[in-house]
Antibody
Framework: QVHLQESGPGLVKPSETLSLTCTVSGGSISSFYWNWVRQPAGKGLEWIGRIYTSGSTSYNPSLESRVTMSIDTSKKQFSLSLTSVTAADTAVYFC??????????WGQGTLVTVSA | DIQMTQSPSSLSASVGDKVTITCQASQDITNYLNWYQHKPGKPPKLLIYDASNLQTGVPSRFHGSGSGTDFTFTINSLQPEDFATYFCHQYAILPFTFGPGTTVDIK
């Protein structure tokens, strides 16, 4: 059974960098798109971007200037970095696997709060 | 970006009821639409892909239809484990976008 688990600090200070990692278990990391999605409290889901196992990326234009994604296939992990965070970046962050662009497995999400 | 709207935003229903949720895209997405179920503290679960295809292992009481800009998601004979939030997701054009969700709770 494929399992995705997000990890990283739950509290980040304004203007600093949010860094999260998603660890994949129970399945291959190869030949999939690996996505990050977030959901602020009381709001809808926002797609942040994706990375393929080759390392090629696509980002949401609304966040593109602040987002970097990377992948380490040997560790079966992929990561998100979001710079210059503000309170508006407070959200539950999900990672998700996508064969093509259908999100068939998700992590349970991790809450990241931006606060001094 | 393609805007996705869903209605209703919430509904109350009883076990055994038929529930219908609609999702509308701001432009033609052909059939590039998925439906997910989300319960608090759990990972979202893919139910329907490509507008009308049932994901493996998902009960047949879940049904999806539509194409272009208008889509419908139906639960036939609501079960206790179906009380959750449901959202649609378009993947026709980047950036991917999601509907705001429909919460189904117990009447």
């Amino acid at each position: 059974q494929v399992h995705l688990q997000e990890s990283g600090p739950g509290l980040v200070k304004p203007s600093e960098t949010l860094s999260l990692t998603c660890t994949v278990s129970g399945g291959s990391i190869s030949s999939f798109y690996w996505n990050w999605v977030r959901q602020p409290a009381g709001k809808g889901l926002e797609w942040i971007g994706r990375i393929y196992t080759s390392g090629s990326t696509s980002y949401n234009p609304s966040l593109e200037s602040r987002v970097t994604m990377s992948i380490d296939t040997s560790k079966k992990q992929f990561s998100l970095s979001l710079t210059s965070v503000t309170a508006a970046d407070t959200a539950v962050y999900f990672c998700a696997r996508a064969p093509q662009s259908i999100f068939d497995h998700w992590g349970q999400g991790t809450l990241v709060t931006v606060s001094a | 970006d393609i805007q996705m709207t869903q209605s209703p935003s919430s509904l109350s229903a009883s076990v055994g009821d038929k529930v219908t949720i609609t999702c509308q895209a701001s432009q033609d997405i052909t059939n590039y639409l998925n439906w997910y179920q989300h319960k608090p503290g759990k990972p979202p679960k893919l139910l329907i892909y490509d507008a009308s295809n049932l994901q493996t292992g998902v009960p047949s009481r879940f049904h999806g239809s539509g194409s272009g800009t208008d889509f419908t998601f139906t639960i036939n004979s609501l079960q206790p484990e179906d009380f959750a939030t449901y959202f649609c997701h378009q993947y026709a054009i980047l950036p991917f976008t999601f509907g705001p969700g429909t919460t189904v709770d117990i009447k």
